[in-house]
Nanobody, 125 residues
Framework: QLQFVESGGGLVQPGGSLRLSCAASDFPLDYYSIGWFRKAPGKDHEGVSCINNRDGNTYYADSVKGRFTISRDGAKNTWYLQMNNLKPEDTAVYYC??????????????????WGQGTQVTVSS
């Protein structure tokens, strides 16, 4: 069964950086897209960035373009989200998911039935 463990969140000042990690259980994900999603209080889940493991295509939400970078370490079955120039509006619990859809479709849908534990990111001075 596929499971993810998200980590790397924390409290950071505006303008700071964090790198989130998403470690997957031993499950064949070569044909999947992996996505980072977030949920802020009072808001729905939002697709932040998604990547296709097969061709490397990526998608970024407009709100994070130029600031966030998604990457993969295939040997470790781990995905990362490098977040730079963080803003208070980035405050949320961040989750990862897998899907067979292409990155843009996956990120724009965000309608997954269940979510893992996630990792809290708080951007505040």
């Amino acid at each position: 069964q596929l499971q993810f463990v998200e980590s790397g969140g924390g409290l950071v000042q505006p303008g700071g950086s964090l790198r989130l990690s998403c470690a997957a259980s031993d499950f064949p994900l070569d044909y999947y897209s992996i996505g980072w999603f977030r949920k802020a209080p009072g808001k729905d889940h939002e697709g932040v960035s998604c990547i296709n493991n097969r061709d490397g295509n990526t998608y970024y939400a407009d709100s994070v373009k130029g600031r966030f970078t998604i990457s993969r370490d295939g040997a470790k079955n781990t995905w990362y989200l490098q977040m730079n120039n963080l803003k208070p509006e980035d405050t949320a619990v961040y989750y990862c998911q897998a899907d067979l859809a292409v990155p843009q479709a996956m990120c724009l849908w965000a309608g997954f039935g269940s979510w893992g534990q996630g990792t809290q990111v708080t951007v505040s001075s």
